[in-house]
């Protein structure tokens, strides 16, 4: 039996599947946000339940906001701050008692894509999370690739590339940077983006049906958000050339980003052709868990 646990921001999930991928049991608990010891509480409980449940013992991967420094193995880049500068996989080995996998989250699911998702069948795979901040996982053959930084796959943190003068110097980001796709690309920079213009706060799918009924503003604002998107993966297109690049993330599920963005993106590129498919995430939300789980494939 595989377990994976997702330790993200706002929830904990864990799931036990089966070798082929089948799952057994799905679990979820709300994040103690803050409180890194309480979540390694949750973390240590959700596994007990597990095998509670299943009579069986599996085999640990969890995946992490954020990655481990390579050779001090402390967490950095999370937007979780509560694990920066922490012996995060010292602590979760302590707390659980037997050999674990960490990896980062984003990792995760780009591996879980690759293996039995949007992405099988193709050897590069870059999967892109549009959530409530952005980033990536890259796996390769089926497998994350990190690189000796353990930073692969960090696009959310790269600056908006060919920024016009609105555009400069860019938001404040929590990695203490200004600019980064993330302040420019996530479901929440799209929303208060909306809330500065109109004044009103509502939520990426509530602007987008808007847009639907002819709003003007948010039909202008969706067009800036995948002109944005476009730009950044321009860079990733130009640089790695991925097989395919697949999408997760609540604004993944928007279904016009499938319809625009390939149309978009091919104006940023150097080539003078884009092959690349654009796929929305086979798994969706449940991608970074399956990930975490694979990590014992």
């Known amino acids: 039996m595989l377990i994976g646990i997702d330790w993200g921001g706002t929830k904990i999930e864990g799931v036990a599947m089966e070798p082929d991928g089948s799952e057994l049991v799905r679990v979820r608990e709300a994040t103690p946000r803050h409180d890194y010891f309480g979540c390694i509480a949750v973390i240590k409980r959700m596994i007990e339940g597990i095998e509670s449940q299943t ?20 967490g950095k880049g999370a937007s979780s701050t509560w694990l920066l500068g922490r012996p995060v996989e010292k602590d979760l080995i302590d707390a659980l008692k037997r050999e674990i996998r960490v990896e980062n989250d984003a990792d995760c699911f780009a591996a879980s894509e690759a293996v039995d998702g949007a992405g099988v069948g193709y050897r590069v795979v870059f ?33 908006l590339p060919t920024p016009d003068v609105t555009e400069i110097p860019g938001e404040p980001c929590y990695c203490g940077r200004r600019g980064c796709m993330e302040t420019w690309v996530s479901g929440r920079a799209f929303e208060a983006e909306y809330e500065r213009h109109a004044g009103t706060k509502l939520l990426a799918r509530d602007i987008m049906e808007l847009r639907r009924k002819g709003d003007h503003l948010a039909n202008l ?32 599920n928007v279904d016009e980003l499938y319809d625009d963005l390939p149309v978009e993106l091919p104006k940023h590129i150097f080539s003078t052709v884009f092959h690349t498919p654009i796929k929305r995430a086979v798994h969706g939300d449940s991608s970074g868990v399956r990930g975490a789980a694979w990590l014992w494939r």
């Open 55 to 74: 009579g069986r013992s599996g085999s640990i991967g969890i995946g992490i906001p954020g990655s481990l420094e390579p050779k001090s193995r402390l």
């Open 127 to 159: 999967a892109v999370i549009l959530g409530s901040g952005a980033g990536a996982g890259i796996a390769i053959n089926g497998a994350a690739h990190h690189g000796p930084n353990n930073s692969g796959g960090e696009w959310g943190h790269n600056p």
């Open 221 to 252: 604002l969706w067009g800036r958000y995948v002109n944005r998107v476009a730009r950044g993966l321009a860079l990733v297109v130009n640089a790695l050339d991925p097989d395919v690049l697949v999408m997760g993330g609540g604004m993944s």
